[in-house]
């Protein structure tokens, strides 16, 4: 069964830090492009940063300079490391990847089947 399980959200203060995981079970994320996504209560879903299959990452601008975009491809997983966290970055996080994917700036691109992980809610907060 294919699966993407986020981890590692929590409660944090601003100026803090949080390291997202988003570990594949199923597949290999081997040559697969992963973008993270967030969504904020009553606010759409946007991208945050992607990276290809060979390491390439691209972030949004809101988050360029704070978060950095990983994988670890003997693990199966891509990182999302956040710093100086801000009550803006407040959102549920998601990963996402599929096949023929690839990276249009901070989001990933899907060709065939999409795959999601269920997110992990971040709050920024003091």
């Known amino acids: 069964q294919v699966q993407l399980v986020e981890s590692g959200g929590g409660l944090v203060q601003p100026g803090g830090s949080l390291r997202l995981s988003c570990a594949a079970s199923?597949?290999?994320?081997?040559?697969?492009?992963i973008g993270w996504f967030r969504q904020a209560p009553g606010k759409e879903r946007g991208a945050v940063s992607c990276i290809t299959s060979d390491g390439n990452t691209y972030y949004a601008d809101s988050v360029k300079g704070r978060f950095t975009i990983s994988r670890d491809n003997a693990k199966n997983t891509v990182y999302l490391q956040m710093n100086s966290l801000k009550t803006e970055d407040t959102a549920l996080y998601y990963c996402?990847?599929?096949?023929?994917?690839?990276?249009?700036?901070?989001?990933?691109?899907?060709?065939?089947?999409?795959?999601w992980g269920q997110g992990t809610q971040v709050t920024v907060s003091s």
């Open positions: 199923g597949f290999t994320l081997n040559g697969y492009a």
């Open positions: 996402a990847t599929g096949g023929l994917s690839g990276c249009l700036g901070p989001a990933v691109t899907i060709k065939r089947r999409d795959y």
